[in-house]
């Protein structure tokens, strides 16, 4: 698996969603996690496009192709900042939470209720930091599992524009 | 002044310089025909959405103008489905306008609604569901600088019934476009330029390969003036025929599956391949990594998704065919400073000795049956070649490119990336909408024909006075090709039946005239009388052989070092 991260600025307009999403299925593309949202220009929202690809450049060409996509940077994980958080909820009696807790201080996961059959924690970090922790306790028997997919911002003035060649 | 956007919509569409529709009405669009009923915009009704949408796409082609297709909801836009995606994979400018149910409507499954936005989403270069009053003006032409610029291709606008029936403030289009993503780059990079003649000037076995692209950016002129300048021989593709005349001496006609053979070899053996509006399509490549293997590639086109997709070049250029080639002719001048180009005559005639070789051939008995490509030789001898021609797809459609001389840019139509049956007869209605002056010959086979017959209807009635020649060898001749060579001659559901329908009884019964040749001996004669006739459409049907096959023929995903030119080859 070679996931490349896509920060993709688009019109806010409607479907906007359905075309990237449309185009990928079309192609046969992978996404690995697409997460979107207003972005600081009004009028504009930010995509960060997770894909599973060898090759990228034929999936950022047919993004770019797409009328309202304005602009497509691919983030280096070295020099962005990547994020996602993730809702998780895992089976633990009374005799199991203290154990529990004690690995989601070390993940700094936050326990946001607390039942008598289980335990939910919200985490934050980075993609591979929250793996972990859901790793860690997957054993103790996982309920249910949410994630936001993957938000990223580059680093200051590291970022890489791709530029479609000429 | 207060107007609806149903009347708004029409001054939109002759802001835009429509002359003429082709469409189908219904209840969802009726407040768009109210309008334009006193529009000086011509309507032509057609007999099925398709069939309008095909000819708005004949127009297209034939006037390099963007053709317009309206219809109503629901089926009318599913009907309209087919030609969206033909235009878009042949790089048509059409605009279609649908009605859709009221907003308050959408999404409860109301009479004649169909999810347009969605389902022509991916057939469409883009489109729009209209849901504020006051954006038509903008929108509207919005979707003709889209449909006609950059590469282009089909926009579809679906407005709903209320917001048609809305008033809104009349206001001029602006002329400026709000789109901060689509800003197609024109001009090629200097430095690819510069490296581009470099690789042109250092090539021994040169090859220009000129897509379909030379004919939507009006290149043709700088692409003859390019070839004569460097001694570059040009293969021109099934979308790019007349945009090279074919009697040039550097001419080396159509490459690919059904190409000819010298230039499907020069392709082969090249040690550069200029692409320019090309996309490297399958039936043009065969196996990819067999294609061209020795050859450096140059490629240019205005999609920068083409480049790379397929194979990757050497020198990539981004921008429009017209421009990149002018910049490479004078960059080429430039760089030889009066000094003459390499003339590659040791190439150009070992190219010739493959065009003397090798020749697409087939053999008519005086005494019959009709060969299909007697047809279309005699077409081509009795109207000089003056005429636009418009073909269907399959056996026909191959004939009609690798047979007739192409000469000018526009005068060869038909549907090359979707392959779409029945194309001939609404894109020939189309054609003769946009160029009433020029003869337009439908060279079609039967199969096609009846796919799309009932435009007949259109054409008569319409006072469109086209001429079709089907070519009829009662089946579905390229899959009873495919069959006979791949599929041990099981000839599964490829027959028409006995000369079933009468075509000339047909054509009569459609407001048309119909001719019948049935022994070679009355080919001529009836491609003669046809030409007499242009107060009406003319259907001429000639009855010919089942057996005849196209070739030569490169099998589906083989390598075009293996070009098969007869049945003997494959065998």
């Not at chain 1, 299925?25 to 496009?49: Q, W």
């Not at chain 2, 011509?42 to 796409?57: D, Y």
Request: charged letters at 20%; glycine letters at 8%.
């Amino acid at each position: 698996m070679t996931l490349h991260v896509l920060s993709v600025l688009v019109e806010d307009k409607p479907g906007v969603l359905a075309r990237v999403s449309s185009m990928f299925a079309r192609r046969g593309f992978n996404i690995h996690s697409l997460a979107v949202g207003p972005s600081a220009e009004p009028g504009n929202s930010t995509m960060t496009v997770v894909v599973d690809a060898a090759e990228i450049e034929q999936v950022v060409k047919q993004l770019r192709k797409l009328i309202n996509t304005i602009k497509i940077t691919e983030l280096d994980p070295a020099e962005s900042v990547e994020r996602e958080v993730m809702l998780v909820r895992v089976a633990a009696d009374a005799s199991l939470r203290g154990e529990l807790l004690d690995a989601a201080s070390v993940f700094k996961a936050k326990a946001v209720d607390v039942g008598a059959t289980s335990v939910t924690f919200e985490m934050v970090g980075t993609p591979s930091k929250v793996n972990d922790f859901l790793e860690l306790i997957r054993p103790y028997g996982l309920i249910d599992v949410v994630k936001s997919g993957w938000i990223a911002l580059a680093r200051d003035s590291k970022t890489r524009n791709l530029r479609a060649i000429s | 002044m207060k107007i609806t956007v149903a009347e708004a919509l029409i001054k939109a569409l002759e802001f835009e310089g429509v002359e003429v529709m082709f469409g189908h009405p219904g209840g969802a669009i009726l407040p768009a025909y109210d309008p334009l009923y006193d529009s000086p915009i011509r309507h032509i009704l057609a007999r099925h959405e398709q069939g309008a949408g095909h000819m708005a796409e004949g127009y297209a082609q034939a006037t390099g103008k963007v053709g317009v297709v309206i219809a109503t909801s629901g089926p009318g836009a599913t009907n309209l489905v087919t030609p969206l995606a033909n235009a878009y994979m042949d790089s048509v400018p059409i605009v279609a306008i649908t009605g859709q149910v009221p907003t308050h409507a959408i999404g409860n499954d109301a009479f004649q609604e169909a999810h347009t936005w969605g389902i022509s989403m991916p057939a469409t270069k883009h489109n729009y569901l209209v849901t504020d009053p006051a954006d038509i003006p903008d929108v509207i032409h919005e979707a003709f600088h889209l449909a006609g610029s950059g590469r282009p291709g089909p926009v579809l606008v679906d407005l709903p019934k209320n917001i048609l029936n809305t008033e809104i403030e009349w206001h001029q289009p602006t002329g400026k476009v709000d789109l901060p993503g689509y800003k197609p780059n024109t001009k090629g990079h200097p430095l690819q330029i510069r490296a581009a003649v470099d690789l042109i000037l250092a090539a021994e076995r040169p090859v220009l390969y000129a897509g379909g692209g030379i004919v939507a950016a009006g290149a043709h002129a700088e692409l003859l003036a390019l070839a004569e300048k460097a001694n570059l021989p040009v293969t021109t593709t099934l979308m790019a025929r007349g945009a090279f005349p074919d009697h040039h001496p550097l001419s080396l006609g159509m490459p690919g599956m059904h190409g000819l053979y010298a230039a499907i070899t020069a392709i082969q053996k090249s040690d550069l391949l200029i692409a320019i509006g090309a996309r490297f399509d399958d039936r043009v490549t065969g196996d990819p990594a067999a294609f061209a293997p020795h050859a450096k590639v140059i490629h240019a086109d205005i999609d920068p998704s083409e480049i790379g997709k397929v194979r990757t070049p050497d020198v990539p250029i981004v921008g429009d065919a017209r421009t990149v080639l002018g910049q490479l002719i004078g960059k080429l001048d430039r760089t030889l400073d009066g000094a003459p180009a390499p003339d590659h005559a040791g190439w150009l005639e070992t190219i010739r000795e493959w065009q003397r070789d090798k020749v697409v051939h087939y053999q008519q008995d005086p005494a019959g049956p009709i060969k299909p490509q007697f047809v279309v030789e005699e077409l081509y001898r009795i109207t000089g070649g003056q005429a636009i021609v418009v073909a269907g797809v399959g056996q026909h459609q191959m004939w009609a490119s690798q047979l007739w001389k192409y000469t000018k840019p526009r005068t060869w139509i038909n549907s090359g990336g979707l392959g779409t049956m029945g194309y001939a007869i609404p894109a020939a209605i189309g054609a003769k909408v946009g160029m009433p002056d020029e003869l337009v010959y439908a060279i079609d086979g039967d199969g096609c024909f009846q796919m799309t017959m009932q435009e007949l209807t259109t054409a008569s009635t319409e006072g469109v006075p086209v001429k079709i020649a089907v070519l009829n060898n009662n089946n579905l001749g390229m899959v009873r090709q495919w069959q006979r060579l791949f599929y041990n001659e099981r000839f599964s559901a490829t027959e028409l039946t006995n000369h079933t329908p009468d075509y000339v009884k047909l054509a009569e019964a459609m407001g048309c005239v119909g001719l019948r040749a049935e022994h070679p001996s009355e080919v001529g004669p009836v491609i003669e009388k046809s030409l007499t006739i242009n107060d009406q459409p003319v259907i001429s049907e000639f009855r010919v052989d089942p057996d005849e096959m196209v070739f030569p023929m490169v099998p589906a995903g083989g390598s075009n070092d293996d070009v098969a030119m007869s049945l003997e080859d494959l065998k």
